[in-house]
C-alpha cells in the first residue's frame, strides 16, 4: 500500500493544470467520495496492526497534498476566469535554452570570412577519396616513402574493381579535383574532414578538420604565398601575430616548409603551450610541385602556384587555451555552451 501511495503522490505532484475539464477531473479521480484516496481510507482498515498508523499517517500527507494543489489551481483558475481571460499571467516563464555552432564551426567559418574577403573561393571534395586523388596524383605514388607519413583508413570496394578508396587523410586530393576541373588561373580554399588511423591522445584524433588552399597563376612566388598567410594569421589571431617559415618535405610541393605562428598565449617569449619556443606549428605549405601540374594537365612552363594546409583543431586549441583535442567531440555541453 506505501508503495502505491508513492505513486500517487507523484502523479499528484507533476499535476498541472492545462485544459478547462483537468481540474474537475483532478478533483474527480483523487478527492471526491468515489476518488482514489477516499478508496485508500475504506481500505486501511484491512491493513495490518504495525502497517496501519504509517499507512495512516502517509494517506493524510498526500490528502493534504492533494488539496492544496488543488485549492491553489482553482485559486489561479477563478482568477483568471473573472479577468476574462484564459492565459495565467502568475505562472513563472518557462526557460529554453538555445545552442550554439560548435566551435569548429565558428573557426571554419571565421577563416573562410577572411580567405574570402581576399578573393579565394571556397570548394569541396568527397570525404571517401580515390587513392588516386589522395595520393598518385599529389605525386605520392604507391610504396613512396611519403605515403607512410600518414596513417590512411583504407576502404574496400567490391564493385569497382579498378579503383581504391580511402578516407581522405587530408584536404589536399581537392586540389587535383580542382585543377583537374577548372583551367587555371584560380584561386581556392577548402575546409573540410579528414580522417588518420591514430591513436587516439589528448592531441590525435582519428577525425580533424583541416583548410587547403591552392592558388595557381603565371608568376606566382613564394612571397605570395608567405605574404597570404602571414596576412590571414593577423587578421585571425590579432595584428601583432608574427609567421615564420621553416624548410619541411611533401611530395606534392617543392620547396616545402612548416608554417608556424608567434604564440599566441604569450606573444612569442615563451610559455607552456609553446614548450618555450615562443612558436607553434600550424601546418604545411609549399610551391606546387611541376609534378602535380602534369597530373592535371597544366604546363608548368607556364603556371606557378602555391598551396598550404592547416589544422582547425590545433588552430582553434590554440586560440581558445584548449588542452585535449578530444573534448570537441565528446559532446559535453559544458565545455561546447563555453563557446
Ligand atoms: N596535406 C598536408 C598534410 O596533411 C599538409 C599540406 C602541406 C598541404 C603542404 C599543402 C601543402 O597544400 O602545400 O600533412
Known amino acids: 500500500m506505501l508503495s502505491n501511495l508513492a505513486e500517487i503522490e507523484q502523479e499528484i505532484r507533476s ?70 481571460t484564459d492565459i495565467d499571467l502568475t505562472l513563472p516563464g518557462r526557460n529554453f535554452s538555445v545552442g550554439t555552432e560548435h566551435l569548429i564551426s565558428q573557426t571554419l567559418a571565421e577563416m573562410v570570412r577572411i580567405f574570402r574577403e581576399i578573393g579565394f573561393k571556397v570548394t569541396d571534395g568527397p570525404e571517401l577519396e580515390e587513392e588516386f586523388y589522395n595520393f598518385d596524383a599529389l605525386n605520392t605514388p604507391e610504396h613512396h616513402p611519403a605515403r607512410d607519413m600518414q596513417d590512411t583508413f583504407y576502404v574496400q570496394n567490391k564493385f569497382d574493381k579498378d579503383k581504391k578508396y580511402v578516407l581522405r587523410t587530408h584536404t589536399s586530393p581537392v586540389q587535383i579535383r580542382t585543377m583537374m576541373s577548372t583551367k587555371p588561373p584560380l584561386r581556392i580554399i577548402s575546409p573540410g574532414k579528414v580522417f588518420r588511423n591514430e591513436t587516439v591522445t589528448f592531441k590525435n584524433y582519428f577525425m580533424f578538420h583541416q583548410l587547403e588552399g591552392l592558388y595557381v597563376d603565371k608568376n606566382v612566388s613564394i612571397r605570395d604565398l608567405k605574404g597570404v598567410l602571414s596576412y590571414f594569421f593577423k587578421k585571425f589571431y590579432g595584428e601583432k601575430t608574427k609567421t615564420r617559415f621553416i624548410p619541411s618535405f611533401f611530395p606534392f610541393t617543392e620547396p616545402s616548409g612548416q608554417v608556424d605562428v608567434s604564440c599566441f598565449i604569450c606573444g612569442g617569449k615563451g610559455c607552456k603551450t609553446c614548450k618555450d619556443t615562443g612558436w607553434l606549428e600550424i601546418g604545411g605549405c609549399g610551391m606546387v610541385d611541376p609534378n602535380v601540374f602534369k597530373s592535371v594537365g597544366y604546363d608548368p612552363e607556364e603556371y606557378t602556384g602555391y598551396a598550404f594546409g592547416v589544422g582547425i583543431e590545433r588552430i582553434a586549441m590554440m586560440k581558445y587555451g584548449i588542452k585535449d583535442i578530444r573534448t570537441f567531440y565528446q559532446n559535453d555541453l559544458r565545455f561546447l555552451d563555453q563557446f
Do not use: H, W
Open 15 to 84: 499535476f498541472s493544470v492545462n485544459g478547462k475539464d483537468e481540474l474537475e477531473n483532478f478533483r474527480l479521480k483523487y478527492l471526491s467520495r468515489n476518488g482514489l484516496l477516499t478508496q485508500l481510507f475504506e481500505e486501511l482498515k484491512n491493513a495490518s496492526k504495525e502497517e496501519k498508523p504509517l499507512v495512516g499517517k502517509k494517506l493524510n500527507e498526500v490528502k493534504r497534498l492533494a488539496e492544496s494543489i488543488y485549492n491553489d489551481a482553482k485559486a489561479v483558475r477563478d482568477q483568471s476566469e473573472s479577468s476574462g
